[in-house]
Nanobody
Framework: QVQLVESGGGLVQPGGSLRLSCAAS????????MNWYRQAPGTEREGVAG????????SYADSVKGRFTISRDNAKNMVYLQMNSLKPEDTAVYYC?????WGQGTQVTVSS
């Protein structure tokens, strides 16, 4: 079955970095665009970044442009989100999405 499993979340101080990973299985990964979303308590889930099926095109929410980088490795069925210069407002559960499926999410907390 189609499955997405995120990892790499945690607690980090403001200005720090984290790298999220999403392992995909059960579908032809290289055929699908992939996206990262996030949801903070009491807010709607929002799109953070997206990447085309071959990795040639990326897009970002204005709030993370210049700080976050999405990438993928089609040989490993993996998608990544490198997050730098993290701010407290980046605190949220981060979700991977692709092939009509959501991962279970990974918590990112930015706090001193």
């Amino acid at each position: 079955q189609v499955q997405l499993v995120e990892s790499g979340g945690g607690l980090v101080q403001p200005g720090g970095s984290l790298r999220l990973s999403c392992a995909a299985s059960g579908f032809r990964f290289s055929n699908y665009a992939m996206n990262w979303y996030r949801q903070a308590p009491g807010t709607e889930r929002e799109g953070v970044a997206g990447i085309s099926s071959n990795g040639g095109s990326t897009s970002y929410a204005d709030s993370v442009k210049g700080r976050f980088t999405i990438s993928r490795d089609n040989a490993k069925n993996m998608v990544y989100l490198q997050m730098n210069s993290l701010k407290p407002e980046d605190t949220a559960v981060y979700y991977c999405r692709g092939a009509g499926t959501w991962g279970q999410g990974t918590q990112v907390t930015v706090s001193s």
